[in-house]
Nanobody, 123 residues
Framework: QVQLVESGGGLVQAGDSLRLSCAAS????????MGWFRQAPGKEREFVAAMTQSGLSTYYLDPLKGRFTISRDNAKNLVYLQMNSVKPEDTAVYYC????????????????WGQGTQVTVSS
């Protein structure tokens, strides 16, 4: 059974940094593109970032480039999202996702989803 478990969310102030983690189990981690999505209240879920199996390719929602960084540790089955200079508009539930193909994940139809972790940014 595949499980993706996010952690690291919470309440932070604008301008702070936050690192989300996603622990994966039940899958061959190194064979999956890993990614992050977010869903703000009243809005659709949106793609945030993805990293391919070997880490050679990364993808970001354009407005987040330079503030958010995705990374992974294939030895520990972990994927991270480093969020810097957070803003109130970053408030959302953040979801970890996994798929064997980068394109399918970035299109929002990954094979697996985590349950999400809430990030709230106060102004």
């Amino acid at each position: 059974q595949v499980q993706l478990v996010e952690s690291g969310g919470g309440l932070v102030q604008a301008g702070d940094s936050l690192r989300l983690s996603c622990a994966a189990s039940g899958l061959t981690f190194g064979s999956y593109t890993m990614g992050w999505f977010r869903q703000a209240p009243g809005k659709e879920r949106e793609f945030v970032a993805a990293m391919t199996q070997s880490g050679l390719s990364t993808y970001y929602l354009d407005p987040l480039k330079g503030r958010f960084t995705i990374s992974r540790d294939n030895a520990k089955n972990l994927v991270y999202l480093q969020m810097n200079s957070v803003k109130p508009e970053d408030t959302a539930v953040y979801y970890c996702a996994a798929d064997p193909t980068s394109l399918r994940l970035r299109r929002g139809v990954p094979a697996y989803w985590g349950q999400g972790t809430q990030v709230t940014v106060s102004s």
